[in-house]
């Protein structure tokens, strides 16, 4: 059974830098997608990106200019960096995975974490 694990800052600064970081027990992240999805107060779930089991990622057009994913094959880690926040960028931030690359698709979910951006 595929388990995964955010960890990260709870509360960032406005036009900083935060990353989070996903850990993944029982499973190959060389194999299956690799998201991060956020959901902001009171609003839907908003894919950010992916890695590959190839290494390669994909971003949403909105975030691309400020995101970016990497991952650790060795650590079973994916990262997640995003620049230049606003208190726009609060949101739970979950990260999942499946076979698929479309994250609605996901079997596996971590149990999300909270990022403030706030002054």
């Known amino acids: 059974q595929v388990q995964l694990q955010e960890s990260g800052p709870g509360l960032v600064k406005p036009s900083q830098t935060f990353s989070l970081t996903c850990t993944v027990s029982?499973?190959?992240?060389?194999?299956?997608?690799w998201s991060w999805i956020r959901q902001a107060p009171g609003k839907g779930l908003e894919w950010i990106g992916f890695i590959a089991y190839d290494g390669s990622t994909s971003y949403a057009p909105s975030l691309k200019s400020r995101t970016s994913i990497s991952r650790d094959t060795a650590k079973k880690q994916f990262t997640l960096q995003v620049s230049s926040v606003t208190p726009e960028d609060t949101a739970v931030y979950y990260c999942a995975s499946g076979f698929w690359p479309n994250y609605w698709t996901y079997d596996y979910w971590g149990q999300g974490t909270q990022v403030t951006v706030s002054s």
């Open positions: 029982g499973g190959s992240i060389q194999t299956n997608y």
